[in-house]
């Protein structure tokens, strides 16, 4: 069973800036509904892009550290113990930043099992996300830019 003090980190992330690792403890305990991340961000790196979702809601509670939050109403610093809900759509963007020395570690919990769209606003993408309770599934993520016509590409049925 999956333990907060001896956490199995089963997605790292490696990008620079986004460097962290992610341990999806709901996944790890079975959970098909219920979404419950430990997350560690080192000095320096941001555990994700500033973003919304349109069909999860998510709540983090700061274990260690206290790491920057931006939200739409601008950053401010989370202190440990604190918790702080983000609803769904654009009032609900978020993006956690550690400016400190020390790592930071954080809890994310989150509704999930259903499809969600995310909107990375500050670089125009949006994405695509099946959340299935073993991993995988549909992801995808396209530039706003690409947006086509509903009718793009379809062809009417053959009228036999």
């Known amino acids: 069973m999956p333990n907060i003090n001896d956490p199995s980190f089963d997605e790292p992330r490696e990008h620079p800036g986004f460097q962290c690792v992610r341990a999806r403890l709901s996944r790890q305990?079975?959970?098909?509904?219920?979404?419950?991340s430990l997350w560690e961000v080192p000095p320096g790196e941001a555990a994700y892009p500033y973003h919304h979702h349109l069909g999860e809601e998510e709540?983090?509670?700061?274990?260690?550290?206290?790491?920057s939050l931006r939200t739409p109403e601008g950053w401010r610093e989370l202190q440990?113990?604190?918790?702080?809900?983000?609803?769904?759509?654009?009032?609900?963007?978020?993006q956690l930043v550690n400016r400190t020395q020390e790592t930071v570690r954080f809890l994310a919990f989150s509704t999930s099992g259903e499809?969600?769209?995310?909107?990375?606003?500050?670089s125009g993408k949006v994405a695509a996300c099946e959340r299935l309770p073993e991993g995988?599934?549909?992801r995808t993520m396209f530039r706003f830019t690409d947006a086509v016509d509903y009718h793009e590409g379809e062809q009417p049925p053959d009228q036999e």
């Not at 305990?29 to 419950?36: F, I, K």
């Not at 440990?80 to 978020?94: D, N, S, T, Y």
């Open 59 to 67: 709540l983090i509670l700061v274990l260690e550290g206290s790491p």
């Open 115 to 122: 499809p969600d769209i995310v909107i990375y606003p500050d």
């Open 80 to 94: 440990e113990g604190e918790v702080v809900a983000f609803l769904r759509g654009e009032g609900g963007g978020h």
């Open 136 to 138: 995988g599934g549909l």
């Open 29 to 36: 305990a079975g959970s098909e509904r219920l979404g419950l």
